[in-house]
């Protein structure tokens, strides 16, 4: 084998590790819950809802949670065209860049919705118990940061 060939499968095969790499961390933050769970916890536990707010609340969750399961299961889909498309390309091509074009598309869908259904949620609340849900909301998203 020419010292060439030798470095362009080197070449490749690094890339090749570098879009896996990618693939997988990439699934790492589409797996992770967009809203933790902590949030739900404090508006069921914490915030003295009248059954009428668990009722609409309840409702309010079960819309959510289809519209969830299909955005995931839109970003499984767009994984795999990814990983198809680093399996053609050994690099960001085209078909990779095209493929994660979709997928930060699709993720940032997901984000706005979860955004809608927080402020659904708290739109159910009266303003004392908005004040508890804020805080939670907060934390929630700055919990990371801390």
Sequence with gaps: MTTTLKR??????IAFIA?????????QLVN????????HAVLHRE????????????????????RRQSLELEMRAENAQLAMAIET?????????????????TMGTLQKAT???VFAMRAV??????TKFDRAVVQALTADAR
């Design 125 to 130: 609340l009266r303003p004392d118990q908005a």
């Design 19 to 27: 879009a896996l790499a990618g693939v997988v961390a990439g699934r």
């Design 115 to 117: 955004l809608e259904h």
């Design 89 to 105: 390309e050994h690099g960001i091509g085209p078909g990779v860049t095209a493929a994660i074009d979709r997928s930060h598309t």
């Design 32 to 39: 992770r819950p967009v809203l933790p769970t902590d949030l």
């Design 8 to 13: 362009s499968w080197l070449i490749g095969l």
């Design 47 to 66: 915030v003295d809802l009248t059954p009428e707010q668990h009722a609409r609340i309840n409702r309010l969750e079960a819309q959510f949670a289809v």
